[in-house]
């Protein structure tokens, strides 16, 4: 699991994840934009997302507002994805 992110990131590098196991992430406080190949999504409060694994996706954007506080859970793919 991992935990928050600070006030109005802007991301050094545009750099992108690919991380091997499946991710579902939903976000406590704040908000976020993350960037995949084919879309954009903004993330308020109480919105969550799955991201499966080895998809490239990167954190555009975060609020300057609050610190950014998300859920993410990890686990290893399985057929059928996260069950």
């Avoid at 991710?23 to 409060?45: H, I, Q």
């Avoid at 499966?52 to 954190?59: E, G, I, W």
Wanted: hydrophobic fraction near 40%.
């Amino acid at each position: 699991m991992s935990g928050s992110s600070p006030k109005a990131t802007d991301p050094p590098d545009a750099f992108w994840y690919e991380q091997e196991p499946e991710k579902w992430l939903v976000v406590l406080y704040g908000a976020a934009m993350l960037e995949f190949e084919d879309r954009t999504v903004r993330l308020a409060p109480g919105d969550s997302i799955h991201i499966p694994a080895r998809m490239p996706h990167r954190v555009l954007w975060t609020t300057s507002e609050e610190p950014t506080v998300w859920l993410a859970v990890f686990c290893e793919p399985r057929d059928g994805g996260i069950q």
